[in-house]
């Protein structure tokens, strides 16, 4: 765990900490879900503010005249609709800058998280799982990546060298480079920003699921 929290305490360039993300997971999980602390934790953000206005105002949610209200906006839009905006402006600047260490483009982690993301979502709602869970977990499943990017970026031959020359998997050649690999970076920074155990634990072992327990599911 230490070497974990001296490395990502290295990085000069971190994500920004998704401070609501994580609260409004809670919220959702709870069976009286109080709408007033939904609103209240969206009305703090401009950027969430606007994005949830501009959504309830389009033409498939507006039932009428537009409106600059927030708890009207929750209600048109649903929970459900404003988790997933939430999850797409936060992790929108976090996971959309290029990543130059893997070799990524800008846009190009983003694409990929979101993808998974609405697929893990679709087969977690056939099997009656937590729907924004799931989500949540698979969205930010990368996330490591983009601390290890700015020490892979002066090895990036290397990296190349380790995975295609000697057959390793892409965390055995972050392993044998860095010390570290992106799973567990991931897993630690999302423990630090206070995200449930379950999805912290699901980021951490998404390639080792069985280790994950009593979260294999939610890691597979």
């Not at 260490?101 to 056939?126: M, N, P």
């Not at 290890?148 to 995975?163: F, G, K």
């Not at 897993?187 to 634990?201: I, M």
Request: glycine share 6%; net charge neutral.
């Amino acid at each position: 765990m230490q070497e974990l929290d001296e490395f990502i305490n290295k990085v000069k360039q971190l994500p920004p900490a998704p401070k609501v993300l994580p609260e409004l997971l809670a919220l959702l999980n709870r069976p009286n879900l109080d709408t007033s602390k939904v609103v209240k934790l969206i009305s703090f953000d401009p950027g969430l503010s606007v994005a949830v206005l501009l959504a309830a105002n389009s033409a498939f949610f507006a039932t009428g005249s537009p409106t600059a209200d927030i708890q009207e906006a929750v209600q048109r839009l649903g929970f459900s609709q404003i988790f997933q905006i939430v999850c797409a402006v936060t992790g929108g600047k976090s996971l959309a800058p290029p990543q130059k260490g893997y070799g990524i483009d800008r846009g190009e982690l983003w694409k990929h998280s979101v993808t998974a993301a609405v697929a893990a979502q679709l087969i977690a709602r056939k099997k009656g799982d937590d729907e924004n869970t799931v989500f949540t977990a698979t969205l930010l499943h990368d996330i490591g990546k983009i601390v290890l990017s700015e020490a892979l970026s002066t090895n990036y031959d290397r990296v190349i060298e380790e995975v295609e020359k000697n057959q390793r998997s892409l965390q055995e050649a972050e392993k044998k480079l860095l010390g570290v690999e992106h799973a567990e970076i991931g897993g630690r920074l999302l423990s630090r920003w206070k995200f449930p155990s379950n999805v912290v634990a699901a980021v951490w072992f998404h390639h080792n699921p069985k280790a994950a327990a009593p979260s294999e599911k939610l890691a597979a």
